[in-house]
């Protein structure tokens, strides 16, 4: 890792202010992804603000049946919740889905929204990598790119957003709210959070230079039936090649997200209007002008497949 | 021809050129050498920090970078706990921190103020080794061993998980109590690989760790 200074905060608005005065900052909370981007000098702040120990680490339940995620509340806590499994289970299934007992007991709710990419090449320093160093290239598009985007890319990137718990707030409708160093908060839909790679690959959500997420808002209860199905090569701890995220309610409507196919979860809701009508239906419109890899192509077919044995258990 | 003030000579040209090359080059090297980046330098910086460990309180003066795992290699002669990957994939590096199990490979030292912190060396000795290194023992649940301290560091916290009711990926019924079975602790287990394949063996470890604690 590069040097860094490193200072403990104890309010969110001493972590925003900190932040603003310091160019290179870097806020710290489980640093699960963080260190790991760090020790492969991916990740270089020159000075990082310990919010792991603020307040932000509880769950509320609102009066009108909404439910406030502190930004901070761990992945293990956040999936074991008894309201979070009761009523939103897509979001627990998701969280469980993902990494191991030991991530989940330290990576945040925020955090896990933050991470970045595992593509290999931007894992890798030695490749040409337009996210990890603008303008470089992309060595993915030509090379391995199996587990790569297939809709939402570009030519400067076909990477991928890893996390299992997006993928559930995306089809929830998650608010994602914040403070700034100026002491303003924001709301932030999930659908207008992630920022897809364009010419500009580097840039990967709407977060304002030093904005600090507070927490995350669930609307109230949808109802239904929720299933996460994560597709991958192994039965444990690995990334989804695919993944499918589905509230489906007894009419046949519902939401629908998908991971593993883009830089941001994906979700499409004139193809979700479909889902009475079956997988085909709803894959064609969901994953429409996608262009994918020779490599990666079968992403889509695998979508439709999954899609549909998903309506199948979601309907006995 | 009359020679102006505004024209260069060649000599001039090549010298001032090779000046011009040999400064962006050398800017480009300082950039490398004093680790300036773009938003700052990098500053080697040294922080106190105080966390028990077990069970006995320690406080280091450590370079920021310094993770919970080298401080208690490198730093506290704490060797049991293992560096298999250094990034959080194999779990050779797992410890307790307040009774939960963590990659300390992924966790910096200084961000555990007043933690109490439990490793392989905390949960048994020879003279009285803990349930679960008996059980691992008895049911041949380690080859080499090198995973085996992170093994059974997460094996005691997943039984502790299971009990305080946290569902995992294969829990069948997401509201009712997790059961303790075969699926769920080589679920929860994923977290720790063993290149030997003792894995069959540490599952039968563990599951007869939990009869005795039911």
Known sequence: ?316 | MEESNNNITRREMIVGTAAAVTLSLALGNIEKVAGFTRAGTHKLSYENVSMTINGKKQSLKLDTRTTLLDTLREHLQLTGTKKGCDHGQCGACTVLVNGQRINSCLSLALQHEGDEITTIEGLGTQENLHPMQAAFVAHDGYQCGYCTPGQICSAVAVLKEIKAGIPSHVSQDLIRHPEISNMEIRERMSGNICRCGAYSNIAEAMAEIAEKQA
């Open chain 1, 1 to 316: 890792m590069k040097a860094f200074t490193y200072q403990r905060v104890h309010s969110a608005a001493e972590a925003a202010a900190s932040s603003y005065k310091t160019p290179g900052a870097k806020f710290i909370a489980g640093g699960t992804n963080l260190l790991d981007l760090m020790k492969l000098q991916i990740e270089v702040p020159v000075h990082l603000i310990d919010i792991g120990k603020l307040s932000l680490n509880k769950i509320e339940q609102l009066a009108d049946g909404r439910l406030r995620v502190g930004a901070l509340v761990s992945n293990t806590d956040l999936a074991a919740h008894q309201i979070v499994r009761r009523d939103y289970a897509l979001l627990s299934k998701a969280l469980l889905a993902g990494a191991s007992g030991q991530l989940r007991n330290k990576a945040t709710t925020a955090g896990n929204l933050l991470q970045r990419t595992r593509c290999p090449y931007f894992y890798d320093t030695n490749q040409a990598c337009n996210k990890r160093n603008p303008g470089s290239g992309c060595a993915a598009i030509k090379g391995f790119s199996r587990n790569l985007a297939v809709i939402g890319a570009s030519d400067s990137c076909i990477a991928t957003h890893p996390s299992d718990m997006a993928v559930a707030m995306m089809a929830l409708d998650a608010v994602i709210e914040t403070v700034n160093p100026d002491g303003r908060t924001r709301n932030i839909p999930i659908s207008e959070f992630y920022l897809l790679p364009g010419d500009t690959p580097h840039l990967e959500t709407t977060l304002k230079k030093n904005e600090l997420i507070t927490s995350v808002l669930l609307p109230q209860a949808p109802g239904g039936k929720h299933i996460y199905y994560k597709v991958r090569d192994r039965a444990s701890y690995a990334f989804a090649l695919i993944s499918v995220g589905l509230i489906l309610q007894k009419e046949g409507t519902g939401h629908i997200a998908l991971g593993g196919v883009a830089a941001s979860p994906w979700r499409n809701r004139s193809a979700e209007k479909l889902l009475p009508s079956g997988a085909k239906a709803v894959t064609e419109k969901l994953l429409a002008g996608a262009k994918p890899t020779k490599e990666n192509e079968f992403k889509i077919t695998l979508v439709e497949r999954t899609l549909a044995a998903l309506l199948e258990e979601g309907r006995s």
